[in-house]
């Protein structure tokens, strides 16, 4: 039975991709920077006996992700999902004083780190399989009329490059997409966020399940309405 893979599953939005998958009875490889002290994955895993793995991933780091294709393979594991989904955004940020590092970071881990993992992990696709890279509104450049988080806005307008490619690179094999799923409550999106991670959650699978392939390279909102690049 083939597999979803979710990255940055111990908090947030991937950990709620990870419960809702695993309350649909698949199979998830969850990954984290740090499993020993994901306690919310452990506990899933206890839940979910034998429908859950939770390993390593930091990114952009190749060694990392060579290891987890290491991994995957070890295990036998086909992958039909892999939700890119970890994400970093830097806070506050002023033009003036952007800094190098936050540019840097930013893209290592929003659009390089999805770009190489899927390239690691295509060997490993199921015939048909989804990739989802996690986008945002603030990634369009035709929506984009204010100077907001601009670490993230750039990186996350290489991120829906990156989808454009890898649709290219694996037509024919697997479909990729790019969707904004909303402003969410989580750590990254705020309290004063209008939607609960469950909510999103359950939107971008419903986009998910109804994908046709004739869709890949496209970027989506969570109603999976076709966004602006
Ligand atoms: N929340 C929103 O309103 C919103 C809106 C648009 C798009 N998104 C996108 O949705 C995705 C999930 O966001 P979220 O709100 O759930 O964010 P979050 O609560 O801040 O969680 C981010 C996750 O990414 C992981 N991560 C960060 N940097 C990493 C790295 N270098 N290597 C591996 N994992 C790393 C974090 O792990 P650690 O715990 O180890 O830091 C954490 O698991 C992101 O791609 C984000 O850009 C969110």
New binding site residues.
């Given amino acids: 039975m083939p597999h979803a893979l979710v ?10 991709f990870t419960r809702q998958l695993l309350a649909r009875g698949e199979r998830v490889v969850a ?4 499993p020993g002290r994901a306690m919310a994955l452990l506990r899933l895993a206890g839940e979910h006996p034998g429908h859950l793995a939770v390993l390593p ?5 190749p060694r990392s992700i060579a290891e987890l294709s290491r991994e995957v393979t070890a295990l036998d594991i086909r992958i039909g999902l892999l939700v ?6 830097v806070g506050g940020e002023r033009f003036g004083t952007i800094e190098s590092k936050s540019l840097r ?1 930013s893209f ?3 659009a390089e ?1 999805a770009f190489l993992l899927a390239q690691a992990l295509a060997p490993r696709f199921a015939d048909g399989a989804k990739v989802v890279n ?5 990634g369009s450049i035709a929506a984009t009329d204010s100077l907001h988080s601009p670490s ?1 806005a750039i990186s ?1 307008a290489a991120l829906n490059m990156a989808t454009r490619l890898l649709a290219i690179a694996l037509a024919g094999r697997a479909t990729v997409i790019a969707v ?11 309290a004063a ?1 209008p ?1 609960e ?1 469950a909510d ?1 959650v359950a939107s971008v699978l419903r986009v998910v399940d109804a994908l046709e392939p004739s869709r890949s390279g496209s970027f989506l909102d969570e109603q999976g309405l076709l966004q602006p690049w």
Wanted: hydrophobic share 35%; glycine share 16%; aromatic share 4%.
């Fill in positions: 990255t940055g599953a111990n908090r947030g939005l991937g950990l709620e990954t984290c920077r740090q991933l930091a990114l952009p780091d890119n989904n970890a994400g970093m955004l970071e290592a881990t929003n780190g996690l986008s945002s509104r603030l993230y996350k904004s799923p909303g402003w969410v409550k989580t750590d990254m999106g705020g966020a939607r991670p999103a």
